[in-house]
């Protein structure tokens, strides 16, 4: 089972991002995927999910209204693109996938539940 992201990179501030992840060995369509970000502080973040069940996308606040997270079952890829880029979204960037997972109240699954997760990539927002 692997989980591989990619296109991260340097950014300007305002500027825009698509983030990818791949999965092998693992049938999205019987996961949640969450994304995921660690800053200079250590702590991680919860920024999108979708639910397993129906495949609805659930946004947190630390992007909601600047991220759009998109899947391709037939792909078996998830993407999660990010607009007006601040310097605050500069972090390692992680997806996350789980099987059955589901969103209860509006709230993502928290990092403990996801069984499997990508290596990571960086995002640098700076001029």
């Known amino acids: 089972v692997q989980l591989v992201e990619s296109g991260g990179g340097p950014v300007e501030p305002g500027g825009s991002a698509r983030l990818s992840c791949a999965a092998a060995g693992l049938d999205l369509k019987d996961h949640g995927v969450g994304w995921f970000r660690e800053g200079p502080d250590k702590k991680l973040e919860e920024l999108a999910c979708?639910?397993?069940?129906?495949?609805?996308?659930y946004y947190s606040y630390p992007v909601k209204g600047r991220a759009t997270m998109s899947i391709d079952y037939a792909k078996n890829t998830v993407d999660l693109q990010l607009v007006n880029l601040k310097s605050s979204d500069s972090a390692v960037y992680y997806c996350a996938a789980g099987v059955g997972l589901e969103v209860v109240g509006y709230q993502c699954p928290r990092d403990w539940s996801y069984d499997e997760w990508g290596q990571g990539i960086r995002l640098n927002v700076s001029s």
């Open positions: 979708i639910d397993s069940r129906d495949g609805k996308i």
